[in-house]
């Protein structure tokens, strides 16, 4: 039974789910058998993208959810054509570690040849060389290491950038941004720099959908989750509870309501999250019969009152 639709991916990408899975720190924390009947079950649904980025952090306990996704597709009886793998490459590195190698431990860990999509990570430096790592990542396309590939919390300038030296070098350049999108943060998905990549082809894969949980209903996460633009977490704290009552009143959790949301932006390939438990999993697929019963402009007219980072997020990203 297929419940996920399918999506085109940018432009020259493939067509993926409309919901993805992810793996911050996911399978490491559940059950064995368990995360295989999970993934079993989002692929039935048809649910075809897994983030599986390496999240380890020096100096911290060694990370092995990409590792034991490999062993989950096996036991869960996939075929590598049965899924979509997106990587990771850091950029923190890059150069002294190449995009090549870091792809290579990678695929490695994850037990596949190739990713479908890999996603540069955040821009934390400004001496970045942004024609060469297009041009390594052409190069990483011609070979069939990596299918097509996007970037995660850029500014619209520096998409715009790369995807310049990119289709000089031959790449099609950037698919899609990954970016934090939910009620409370819009401003950067939902301002016009980006607006005009969108309409150039450009496809939105929403992240961070839940604040680390924060939405969902776990004002005090007691592990450690994303950056905080603008300084608004305090803000979105307390909208927890009134999107919480907006989706009461709509028969709905809070969590579907926030996945909802996501898929009502019209540049939105796929809305990623995490699930450790079944009962996430089929909750979150839940927001695509709230949509369709509540349609995207109500969705985003209940929604309204808590846009926490408007006019303190610039729109042009990071």
């Not at 070979?143 to 030296?165: D, P, Q």
Request: aromatic share 6%; with cysteine.
């Amino acid at each position: 039974m297929t419940v996920v639709p399918r999506r085109r991916l940018g432009t020259a990408g493939p067509e993926v789910s409309a919901l993805s899975l992810g793996s911050w720190h996911t399978y490491d924390r559940m059950d064995f058998g368990d995360a295989v009947a999970m993934v079993r079950h989002a692929v039935d649904l048809g649910i075809n993208l897994f983030d599986v980025a390496v999240y380890g952090i020096p100096g911290h306990p060694p990370v092995f959810t990409d590792v034991l996704f490999s062993a989950i597709v096996r036991a869960g009886g996939l075929a590598r054509e049965d899924y979509l793998l997106s990587a990771k490459l850091w950029l923190e590195p890059y150069p002294q570690l190449s995009l090549r190698d870091q792809l290579a431990n990678a695929l490695f860990r994850a037990g596949v040849e190739h990713a479908d999509l890999a996603v540069l990570g955040d821009i934390r430096r400004e001496d970045l060389d942004l024609r060469a790592i297009a041009e390594e990542l052409a190069e990483l396309e011609k070979e069939g290491l990596i299918g097509c590939w996007g970037v995660n919390n850029w500014s619209a300038t520096a998409v715009r950038t790369i995807g310049e030296h990119a289709r000089a070098a031959g790449s099609p350049g950037p698919q899609l941004a990954q970016l934090k999108y939910s009620p409370c943060r819009r401003a950067i998905p939902d301002g016009e720099p980006f607006a005009e990549l969108f309409a150039e082809g450009l496809s939105l894969q929403a992240s961070d959908i839940l604040e680390g949980g924060i939405l969902a209903g776990r004002t005090s996460p007691a592990r450690e989750i994303g950056r905080d633009p603008g300084g608004i977490r305090d803000r979105i704290t307390e909208a927890a509870g009134g999107l919480a009552a907006v989706a009461a009143d709509l028969g709905a959790t809070p969590a579907q309501l926030c996945v909802a949301f996501a898929l009502t932006h019209p540049a939105t390939a796929t809305v990623l999250f995490g699930a450790s438990r079944m009962q996430q999993l089929t909750d979150n697929v839940g927001a695509l019969a709230l949509l369709e019963r509540v349609g995207a402009e109500r969705v985003r007219e209940l929604v309204e009152p808590y846009w926490a980072d408007r006019g303190v997020v610039s729109p042009e990203g990071p």
